[in-house]
Nanobody, 128 residues
Framework: EVQLVESGGGLVQAGGSLRLSCAAS????????IGWFRQVAGKEREGVSF????????YYADSVMGRFAISRDSAKNTVYLQMNSLKPEDTAVYYC?????????????????????WGQGTQVTVSS
């Protein structure tokens, strides 16, 4: 079993920055990908950014490309999402998620069904 604890959400003005953290514990040897989905009430959960636990390759949704950056600290089993130039449309609950099967590569949008472990969620609110 893998446990994910995320933090770093909050309220910022448009153009501001936040840094999300996701700390993984438990049996993490088989985790292939870690990252974040986000969800607004009434809408589907969408993939934001992910990083491979094996080779460090990354994925970014088109909507955050150039503004967000994902990184990892393997020694701490922690992944970070630096969010810059935030927009009101970034407002959502952000869920850290880990997969034992997903690969990080261009292609279809990441699917929540491919992710096996989930954090508790953290609210990000961007005001105008």
């Amino acid at each position: 079993e893998v446990q994910l604890v995320e933090s770093g959400g909050g309220l910022v003005q448009a153009g501001g920055s936040l840094r999300l953290s996701c700390a993984a514990s438990g049996f993490t040897f088989d985790v292939d990908a870690i990252g974040w989905f986000r969800q607004v009430a009434g809408k589907e959960r969408e993939g934001v950014s992910f990083i491979s636990s094996r080779d460090g390759s990354t994925y970014y949704a088109d909507s955050v490309m150039g503004r967000f950056a994902i990184s990892r600290d393997s020694a701490k089993n922690t992944v970070y999402l630096q969010m810059n130039s935030l927009k009101p449309e970034d407002t959502a609950v952000y869920y850290c998620a880990a997969s034992t099967t997903a690969t990080i590569a261009p292609g279809p949008d990441p699917s929540p069904s491919d992710y096996d472990y989930w954090g508790q969620g953290t609210q990000v609110t961007v005001s105008s």
